[in-house]
């Protein structure tokens, strides 16, 4: 097992409830058009598919999706959706789990490959993609932009979302390299102005890396940088983006 924090039945059984946002047609529209041109007419492979908030429909038009998860219980609740004849999930860490065939497509999206705490392990995950992909195919990832400018001197902490339901920030050690998000997530129906309510507490480890990073272990994993926007619709990535969806190729 890697070092990757392994999701409990809890979490997976609200995770879908919770990412409602992220799973609508507005948000995921144009994360399946891109890899789906990507993917071509071959299969693809999902690192970290866990519920298969992006694998499932990425499988109903009409690519061939294949996937790889740590946590058991986020596969049961994907399989609650699709059969294993129809979407194949295999048990295992994404930086050394090998699954049969070759793949045009592997995608790794959602910060997913932060949950990999080391360097290493992290290098190992993109050797992992070259290893299944076919000679011309490609691997994506989809990563936030460590928010580092937004530290001032002393400071350790940045919230990334405060609303009525939900307070989010993250601590970071800028030494090695780690940030814990923290979340304060309101349960119950209070609104917020009474105690018809109480906040769960949960966090979790990541290990952030910059762009030029990442295309560093790409170099070491025999991909070359052939594409890097900001979002899934093509937007021009710039200084200022907050996350970057970045494209490497395995040579032909």
């Not at 993917?39 to 996937?67: K, M, N, S, W, Y």
């Not at 290098?123 to 937004?150: D, K, M, S, T, W």
């Not at 619709?233 to 970045?246: C, E, L």
Request: charged share 25%; aromatic share 8%; glycine share 10%.
């Amino acid at each position: 097992m890697t070092s990757s924090e392994l999701w409990t039945r809890a979490t997976a059984d609200r995770y879908d409830a919770e990412e409602a946002e992220a799973s609508s047609a507005a948000v995921l529209g144009p994360t399946l058009a891109f890899l789906a041109e990507l993917a071509g007419d071959g299969r693809a492979l999902e690192f970290a598919i866990g519920t298969g908030r992006v694998g499932v429909p990425l499988r109903e038009h009409g690519v061939p999706v294949v996937g790889i998860e740590l946590s058991e219980p986020m596969a049961a609740v994907l399989r609650r959706k699709v059969d294993e004849d129809t979407l194949p999930v295999v048990i295992g860490d994404m930086a050394t789990t090998v699954v049969p065939g070759g793949f045009t497509l592997v995608y790794l999206v959602y910060n997913t490959i932060t949950n990999l705490l080391t360097q290493d392990e992290q290098v190992e995950c993109f050797r992992n993609a070259a290893r299944h992909l076919e000679p011309g195919g490609r691997f994506v990832i989809e990563l936030g932009v460590p928010p580092l400018r937004r530290l001032p001197p002393g400071q350790v902490a940045v919230p990334f979302d405060v609303s009525q339901q939900h307070l989010g920030f993250d601590t970071f050690d800028l030494v090695e390299q780690i940030l814990v998000s923290h979340h304060f997530t309101r349960d119950g129906d209070g609104d917020g102005s009474d105690d018809g309510g109480h906040y769960r507490r949960e966090n979790s480890r990541h290990r952030y890396a910059w762009p030029a990073e990442l295309d560093l272990m790409a170099r070491i994993a025999g991909l070359e940088l052939e594409r890097r926007v900001a979002d899934w619709d093509g937007s021009p990535f710039t200084q200022d983006s907050a996350k970057h969806v970045s494209v490497w190729r395995k040579p032909a």
